[in-house]
């Protein structure tokens, strides 16, 4: 753990019901990456953002799920409605610079939000 | 768009044997990292490759990138129980651009005493 933090580690909710993840990155890290990971999967690339900017979005489904990262507190990952196949462990991930520079950077991921929708 | 495989699935090995992964992307990479994760853990970084046909090691872990910058491998000799989890390659397209790294699925390394 680099210090990146994640909250709630786990969540359960019915479907239908909003989830809400929050990440702290690394302490001044202002670049923030989400990925979600299904069980006995690879991470899967949902949304990179910046100090309340969302930089890239590509993996993030259109509807339900929204992403912030307020220049103020954590990133939240909103998911509204719910369902059961949205079940699946949420990291977070956080860099110093952006991905981008070709050279690449470490990213640090927290140890993630596991959420069970039933 | 961009794919990255990885084999095998699974690889049951006895202690002290050795063990490869394999990773294959379907487009040239700008670099690729190795992640290991734990069962029930986070992600955690292992190394870099950036360079073609670059070589680098880790004590009894060795990273290969292919000359094409498209494959890469890793190989771990003498495995101990400490080296179960699943080990996972991530590469980022060369050419730039804002995609987020594309992780294979993964190797699942288990030890048997």
């Known amino acids: 753990n680099a210090g990146v933090m994640q909250n709630p580690r786990h969540l359960v909710r019915r479907r239908g019901q909003e989830a809400r993840l929050r990440c702290s990155p690394v302490k001044g890290h202002s670049h923030v990456y989400w990925y979600r990971q299904l069980p006995e999967e690879g991470l899967k690339f949902m949304v990179y953002l910046q100090k309340e900017n969302i930089i890239d979005e590509s993996g993030m489904p259109k509807e339900r799920f929204s992403a912030e990262f307020p220049k103020e507190g954590p990133s939240i990952l909103r998911i509204q409605q719910v369902v059961r196949g949205d079940s699946a462990a949420y990291f977070c991930?956080?860099?110093?610079?952006?991905?981008?520079?070709?050279?690449?950077?470490?990213?640090?991921f927290g140890e993630g939000s596991w959420l069970t929708v039933v | 768009g961009q794919q990255v495989m990885q084999i095998p699935q699974y690889q049951h090995v006895q202690e002290g044997e050795d063990f490869t992964t394999y990773c294959n992307s379907s487009t040239t990479l700008s670099n690729i990292q190795w992640y290991k994760q734990r069962p029930g853990g986070h992600p955690v970084f292992l190394i870099q490759?950036?360079?073609?046909?670059e070589v680098k090691k880790q004590k009894r872990l060795t990273f290969q990138f292919g000359e094409a910058k498209k494959n890469s491998s890793l190989h771990i000799t003498a495995t101990q129980t400490t080296d179960v989890g699943t080990y996972f390659c991530?590469?980022?397209?060369?050419?730039?651009?804002?995609?987020?790294?594309?992780f294979g699925k993964g190797t699942h390394l288990i030890i048997q005493p």
């Open positions: 991530a590469g980022r397209k060369s050419g730039g651009g804002a995609d987020g790294l594309t």
């Open positions: 991930a956080s860099s110093p610079v952006g991905h981008y520079d070709g050279a690449g950077n470490t990213i640090y």
């Open positions: 490759l950036v360079k073609s046909g």
